[in-house]
């Protein structure tokens, strides 16, 4: 089965900064790659997702990129702010008309310090 | 707005137990997930259903059963609760051929 792993568990930055999550898998078949994010108390809500046929995609200060052949991709965050604390999730999985399984990995937590 | 919606935010049961997590969606979604997360580990999948009284086993099914009888409700359901499976269970649904997948609130389980 497909296997994720998540770098660094912690991210401490000061605001304004950039911060950067990696993630490997092990599945060359996952072709689906989405990124939640856990406000403390609150459940996981999808911030970007980005599929196997892209290299890079982003929105406003949030970007992802995803090398296929190395089998990992990143999370950026630019300028961040004190509202981006929070539990970050990579996640990989294999998106077909049955829906996705995905497998999630262990979870960053960031903060960031005004 | 797609609604998921778990039935208890805390629960606290005994060691040897039967436990029922409730699990409600309203956006006629044909998957449904239970993942248990613990710190450091993520989100683990327990079992998942793609259509109503089916169910596939996920990467960490020891101790947990599944009943999925209609299409908006999925259930989790400890047989005799155990004290490693105190932890936060979340319940997704998604809809089939598509990506997102909706978390509930979460139930956090605490067997005493």
């Known amino acids: 089965g497909e296997n994720v792993e998540q770098h660094p568990s912690t991210l401490s930055v000061q605001e304004g900064d950039s911060a950067v999550i990696k993630c490997t898998y092990s599945?060359?078949?996952?072709?689906?790659f989405p990124w939640y994010k856990q406000e403390l108390g609150k459940r996981p809500q999808l911030i970007i997702d980005?599929?196997?046929?892209?290299g890079e995609k982003k929105d406003q200060r949030i970007a992802v990129t995803l090398n296929k052949t190395a089998k990992h991709f990143s999370l950026h965050i630019t300028e961040t702010q004190p509202e981006d604390s929070a539990v970050y999730f990579c996640?990989?999985?294999?998106?077909?008309?049955?829906?996705?399984?995905?497998?999630f990995g262990g979870g960053t937590r960031l903060m960031v310090k005004p | 707005d797609v609604k998921v919606t778990q039935s208890s935010r805390y629960l606290v049961k005994r060691t040897g137990e039967k436990v029922f997590l409730e699990c409600v969606q309203d956006?006629?979604?044909?998957?449904m997930f239970w993942y248990r997360q613990d710190p450091g580990l993520g989100l683990r999948l327990i079992y998942f259903?793609?259509?109503?009284?089916?169910?596939e086993k996920g990467d960490i099914p020891e101790g947990y059963s599944v009943s999925r009888e209609k299409k908006e409700r999925f259930s989790l359901i400890l047989e005799s609760a155990s004290t490693n499976q105190t932890s936060m269970y979340l319940c997704?649904?998604?809809?089939?051929?598509?990506?997102?997948?909706?978390f509930g609130q979460g139930t956090r389980l605490t067997v005493v």
């Open positions: 997704a649904s998604s809809a089939g051929g598509r990506d997102e997948a909706f």
């Open positions: 599945d060359s078949a996952s072709n689906y």
């Open positions: 980005i599929r196997s046929n892209v």
């Open positions: 996640a990989a999985g294999l998106l077909n008309n049955a829906g996705n399984m995905l497998t």
């Open positions: 956006m006629d979604h044909e998957n």
């Open positions: 259903s793609y259509d109503v009284k089916m169910k």
